[in-house]
């Protein structure tokens, strides 16, 4: 959340790890830019802009199963798609991971 307000407001604090260039900017980049939008727009309220990251990292994480889904059957077929789909669903760390927006 700090690379957004450093980038597209203007404010916010930078860590080492950015000065650095430890981090990468890209995946801070996906969410930043249609939060430019969203300010270019005027509509970049506190609501917005705490809401759109998690529902822009809830797509990413759907289009992940469904592609996963789809490469699966094409490599091993629909019995072990499923299974795949099943452990990937069932797995408590991408439980935890996915909703979470790491800006």
């Known amino acids: 959340k700090q690379w957004y307000q450093r980038r597209v407001r203007g404010n916010g604090h930078l860590t080492w790890e950015?000065?650095?260039g430890l981090r990468s900017w890209l995946h801070p980049l996906l969410f930043s830019l249609p939060m430019l939008v969203l300010k270019l727009l005027g509509a970049d309220s506190a609501y917005l802009v705490v809401l759109f990251p998690r529902l822009f990292q809830a797509l990413l994480c759907f289009a992940n199963?469904?592609?996963?889904?789809?490469?699966?059957v094409k490599l091993y077929g629909h019995s072990q798609a499923n299974y795949s789909v099943i452990m990937q669903l069932s797995s408590w760390y991408l439980f935890y991971v996915s909703p979470r927006p790491l800006i």
């Not at 199963?65 to 699966?72: I, K, Q």
């Open 65 to 72: 199963d469904v592609l996963l889904y789809r490469l699966v």
């Open 18 to 20: 950015w000065q650095e």
